[in-house]
């Protein structure tokens, strides 16, 4: 089965402005942006490091060959430059003000919001005229390459969106939907003859999640300094529950402590969990994601005593003895928090939660390293 790799380039420059229609107007790189590129390079020389090296292309615009420059490098591919995958034109609208388009052109800025899909810019393409324009390209590149490489493509979010909405026949006025960050990988599998289907999208290698990326989350989503210290105790806490089990009984640690750094970042809502998880996913961290998501579920499956705990456990686990940000008792952590529940249904939901973390905490004791 052949891979097509359709990476969104890196954090382009941003005049400050305000936001623009950016398509076809080249802009380079941020520092940020050039930063992203070094670690999609580390993730990609990675991920072929035992393998053949792909064919490599990109659009001509440079904030996309800067991103793909540094692959290129360490495959040690030559890249391509291909026309058909640069950004959509938004004609007359480039590099225009956002709000400059809805004050002067009100009726045609109310026109693009309806028909999102098929609307054209005077002068420019439509979301389906580029995305039509980028698959054609793409056909070309699969009937005339070797066959048995994979294909990286380095993009544009815009036709990224419109090639995935037309290859999948969804709404391409919905196209906003499709959540494709920065320095994101989306995955296509080909079997000679026709697309298996999109195997992912919009997602983010985990070495982006960085420190640097967790403060920018942290002030994005307004967490508040002690919901921080809260979660940062957490991942203390994780790591060393990880430590002390054996090592063919535990998971991966890299997604157990970034799911555990950011498994509170919406505390400040309602359902948190499946606030935070939704963020996070679409920030580009589906795996993240999918921990927190369960990280305060009373029904996250427990498997039988002696084998490998997930790091949806890990972390449901350390999150209940830990106390804002003080190591405690799973039994003080619930005789604290039974003080806030004011009704029948929290209470039982208390319950559950209290007897699914000593389900956890005999699955821990169960795995624990041998001492010397």
């Known amino acids: 089965m052949r891979r097509v790799f359709l990476i969104r380039h890196g954090e382009r420059e941003d005049d400050g402005a305000g936001k623009r229609y ?7 790189l941020s520092p940020v942006g050039k930063k992203e590129a070094g670690k999609l390079s580390a993730f990609f020389s990675d991920l072929y490091k035992n393998s053949d090296p792909p064919l490599i292309f990109s659009s001509p615009l440079t904030r ?30 480039e590099g225009m003000l956002i709000s400059d388009v809805k004050k002067n052109y009100p009726g045609e800025y109310e026109k693009r919001g309806e028909h999102l899909g098929s609307y054209r810019p005077p002068g420019g393409e439509s979301f389906e005229d580029a995305g039509k324009r980028f698959l054609e390209a793409f056909s070309t590149i699969l009937s005339e390459s070797d066959e048995n490489k994979d294909i990286l493509i380095f993009t544009h979010s815009g036709v990224i969106r419109a090639a995935l909405s037309l290859l999948s026949s969804e709404n391409l006025d919905k196209l906003r939907e499709i959540s494709i960050p920065n320095a994101s990988i989306s995955c296509l599998e080909y079997d000679g003859r026709s697309f298996e289907g999109i195997k992912y ?10 420190e640097e990326e967790i403060k920018k989350l942290y002030k994005k989503y307004q967490a508040p300094q002690n919901v921080i210290r809260h979660m940062r105790a957490v991942a203390v806490a994780a790591n060393e ?3 002390g089990i054996e090592r063919d009984k535990r998971p991966a640690l890299e997604p157990l402590i970034k799911a555990a750094l950011l498994h509170d970042l919406l505390r400040k809502e309602k359902n948190h969990a499946e606030a935070g998880a939704d963020a996070l996913k679409k920030e580009g961290y589906p795996e993240i994601a999918e921990i927190v998501r369960l990280h305060h579920s009373d029904s996250i499956g427990i498997p039988p005593l002696g084998t490998p705990l997930t790091a949806v456990e890990l972390l449901f686990y350390a999150d209940k003895v830990v106390l804002e940000d003080r190591r405690v008792s799973v039994e003080e952590r619930f005789r604290e928090s039974r003080k806030k529940c004011l009704s029948e249904e929290a209470l039982k939901k208390h319950g559950a939660l209290y007897q699914t973390a000593l389900l956890i905490e005999n699955r821990i004791d169960s795995v624990k390293r041998r001492q010397a």
């Open 22 to 28: 950016i398509g076809i107007t080249d802009s380079p």
């Open 64 to 93: 996309s060959i800067d991103t793909a420059v540094p692959t290129a490098d360490s495959l040690a591919v030559i890249p391509v430059l291909w026309g058909g995958f640069k950004e959509i034109d938004l004609g007359s609208f």
């Open 201 to 210: 999208s919009g997602v983010r290698p985990l070495n982006l999640l960085d």
């Open 241 to 243: 529950i990880y430590e």
